[in-house]
């Protein structure tokens, strides 16, 4: 893992901005967001690729590829988790007390 | 926490872009990164021997294929591919390189090359011994034909090296190594040189034993040609030492009264037993060709050429396999001189006194035994005196004056009687020669000093 973030951290940047751009976005978007039981379904692939990635089951480039993806996705994640609570702390401040 | 997990559910719009970023990271980093691991395991695995090493990558696995020359070794190399940073998995192909049981290794040479085969126990040492063997053979083509194998006993190297510097030493022929025994076989470049490759056998690495020595030595050749134009005698060839080099030329000034010897010998080892004893009768019969080529080989004596009457040539053919030592042969090839024309009893008189002028016909000391030396001689002057068949001839023995006159009478007879002896013995008519003894009473020169003495010491032919 080291040995990837350090040959593409400009990917993984780029991973993370996005995700922060989304997560910053999220907090004051409106419309529907995905349901909550196709979110369980999510998370369980998500977990089943993890497990997958951490038991080195996919050989080759499509494992090196699932390594790849899982990073982008996990820093993705950290990205709009930051994003969203910096957002919704900056919101909260400006907002007249109700 | 709750709102974040409430936000998530608005977070995947973002995924679209992700993976459109994903697909474009793992399009252009997969081939970077796979030689990058595949540079970086074979860097790890530098120190590491290793026969037919092959190293692919697919992502970050890393495939190994190669042959270790030891289980530590094999599970050395893989564990140094599998510590290399961003490798994943390491498939491991490797195996053992085969042992060989036995462990052969041969040289072998030809007239235009040295083929090496069987197996090596390391690259390294095949390489060392490639290298040796193009260093000591100068010139020679070296086509290396071993393979790796494990089972190489101890101190392999060094007797290898031992055995190319003997190759260096033959020919042609074989040497082996199985295991720890030796076994050579072929042709020493040179004379001496199978004594050579035995002494250097001893110093083969503790362990190593001859099996089998069956260097064979050049034939030991020496050549004597006696050229009746030039009116020389050509000794070539070897000869075992430089007392019986110089027994050999004062033998065959002796025999050749005529000859001038050229003397090309050369001194070498590996003579066969009894070389002298063979080899001066033998000058002995090519003395008494008219032409001749003597042709000494191991223990094979040829003497080719022309003798100069027929019972000279019945003499040499069944004479001289009789005086040699045991073990040698000989093979005569004689023909005999067509006769020359005949003369009258003036010229016949004037070859036998040139024949006898230039040299004497010689006696043991004291004896009437005429000496071996002398048949050359008397076979000329049988030629001459068959040139004249209608003469007689009178043998004249004479003496120096040392001694008492009748035992010097006495001697001059019975030497005369003995040189008719030989005449008749050869085919000549008893009746054409009378041997009459004069003892001192007829000196040539004065009896005061050796050498008028010695030329008083005569037979003449006096034709009458």
């Known amino acids: ?98 | 926490m709750h709102g974040l997990f409430r936000w998530s559910s608005k977070w995947w719009p973002g995924v679209i872009p992700l993976v459109i970023f994903w697909a474009i990271a793992a399009w252009t980093s997969t081939e970077p990164l796979e030689a990058d691991l595949a540079q970086r395991s074979t860097a790890a695995l530098k120190d590491t021997v290793l026969n037919k090493r092959r190293i692919s990558v697919a992502g970050r696995d890393v495939t190994l294929a190669a042959e270790a020359f030891s289980e530590d070794g094999r599970t050395g190399a893989v564990a140094s591919v599998e510590s290399v940073p961003g490798v994943r998995l390491v498939n491991d192909e490797t195996r053992l390189v085969p042992e060989a049981q036995p462990f052969v290794w041969s040289a072998e040479r030809d007239v235009v090359r040295v083929t090496l085969s069987g197996s090596s126990p390391l690259p390294a040492s095949k390489g060392r011994l490639l290298e040796a063997a193009r260093a000591n053979l100068g010139g020679v083509e070296v086509v290396d034909g071993t393979t790796l194998a494990r089972g190489a006993p101890p101190r392999f190297d060094n007797a290898a090296l031992l055995l190319l510097d003997q190759i260096a030493k033959l020919k042609d022929g074989k040497i082996t190594l199985s295991d720890t025994k030796v076994s050579l076989s072929g042709m020493a470049r040179e004379l001496g040189g199978r004594e050579a490759v035995a002494a250097a056998l001893k110093n083969l690495p503790e362990g190593y034993s001859v099996a089998a020595n069956d260097v064979k030595a050049p034939p030991y050749i020496f050549q004597a040609y006696k050229d009746p134009v030039a009116v020389t005698l050509t000794l070539t060839g070897y000869v075992p030492d430089n007392n019986i080099h110089a027994a050999l030329v004062a033998a065959a000034g002796r025999k050749f009264f005529k000859e001038k010897v050229v003397d090309n010998l050369k001194a070498s080892v590996g003579a066969p037993a009894g070389f002298a004893n063979a080899v001066v009768p033998a000058l002995g019969a090519l003395s008494r060709l008219s032409t001749g080529t003597l042709v000494v080989s191991d223990r094979e004596v040829k003497l080719s050429g022309d003798a100069l009457h027929e019972a000279a040539a019945v003499q040499i053919r069944a004479g001289l396999g009789k005086d040699f030592p045991q073990g040698w042969q000989f093979k005569p090839e004689i023909s005999v001189k067509p006769p020359a024309a005949p003369v009258d009893a003036t010229v016949c008189q004037q070859l036998f006194a040139d024949l006898l002028g230039q040299a004497r016909i010689r006696f043991e000391s004291g004896k009437a035994d005429i000496v071996a030396d002398s048949a050359g001689l008397l076979d000329r002057l049988i030629e001459t005196a068959l040139r004249c068949p209608n003469t007689n001839i009178e043998i004249a023995g004479h003496t120096d004056s040392d001694g008492e006159e009748p035992s010097n009478q006495a001697l001059s007879e019975k030497r005369a009687q003995a040189v008719t002896d030989y005449l008749v013995k050869a085919g000549l008519p008893a009746n054409r020669f009378s041997a009459v003894g004069y003892g001192s009473t007829q000196p040539i020169a004065g009896n005061d000093n050796d050498q008028g003495r010695a030329q008083n010491r005569r037979i003449d032919f006096v034709v009458k």
């Open chain 1, 1 to 98: 893992m080291a040995y990837l973030t350090t040959f593409y951290w400009g990917w993984l940047l780029a991973s993370l901005l996005l995700g922060f751009a989304m997560g910053w976005i999220s907090v004051v978007q409106h419309g529907e967001g995905v349901s909550k039981k196709l979110r369980w379904w999510l998370a369980a692939l998500a977990a089943a690729l993890v497990a997958a990635a951490v038991a080195r089951v996919v050989p080759g480039r499509f494992g090196y590829w699932l390594d790849l993806g899982l990073i982008m996705f996990a820093l993705y994640l950290w990205g709009c988790a930051v994003g969203s609570c910096l957002r919704d702390w900056v919101v909260s401040r400006s907002a007249p007390p109700a």
